[in-house]
Each structure stands twice: as structure tokens, then as C-alpha cells.
């Protein structure tokens, strides 16, 4: 109940994308804690491939995010007031 009160404190002081990558660890945290701590024995080889994917996941995301600022237009990147605006 401890570790919840606190959870949900933390979350109040973090901003949307840091809780949304800390909340998506808990599952691997998890897996690896059982394997660790509690010596549990699980598939490896499938467990690594589903581990590749999310590495792969995650790179494929940070490239789009680079490329979302980006605009193929160079007129819609400009900061100056059109006629008419003000």
C-alpha cells in the first residue's frame, strides 16, 4: 500500500512523458526482478526476442519523434505575421 501512496505521490511532480516511460518499466522491472531476486527459470531465447522488439520499438519512436517538428513545407516553418494577422 506503501509503494502505491508513493507511486501515485511521484506522479504528481513528473510530467506526462517522463510517468508514461516510468509506468511502461514496471513490467520488464518486474521480469527481472523475478529472475534475479526470486530465481525464477522462464524461456530466455523468447524472452530476449520480445526484448529486441521493444529496444527496436523504442528507436523507431525516438526517429519519429525527431522527425515530427519537421515540416516539408519551408513557408510553414516561417515565424513572420501574414497580411491581415495582428
Do not use: C, H
Not at 5 to 16: D, F, I, Q, R
Not at 18 to 23: G, I
Not at 52 to 78: H, M, N, T, Y
Amino acid at each position: 500500500a506503501v509503494g502505491f501512496y508513493l507511486w501515485n505521490k511521484g506522479t504528481l511532480s513528473v510530467g506526462a512523458g517522463t510517468l508514461a516511460a516510468t509506468n511502461n518499466l514496471k513490467i520488464p522491472l518486474a521480469v527481472l526482478a523475478a529472475w534475479f531476486v526470486f530465481g525464477e527459470t522462464a524461456p530466455y531465447g523468447r524472452a530476449l526476442a520480445g526484448m529486441g522488439l521493444l529496444v527496436l520499438a523504442l528507436v523507431v519512436a525516438a526517429g519519429q519523434g525527431r522527425d515530427r517538428g519537421k515540416s516539408a513545407d519551408p513557408a510553414a516553418a516561417d515565424d513572420r505575421p501574414t497580411a491581415g494577422a495582428g
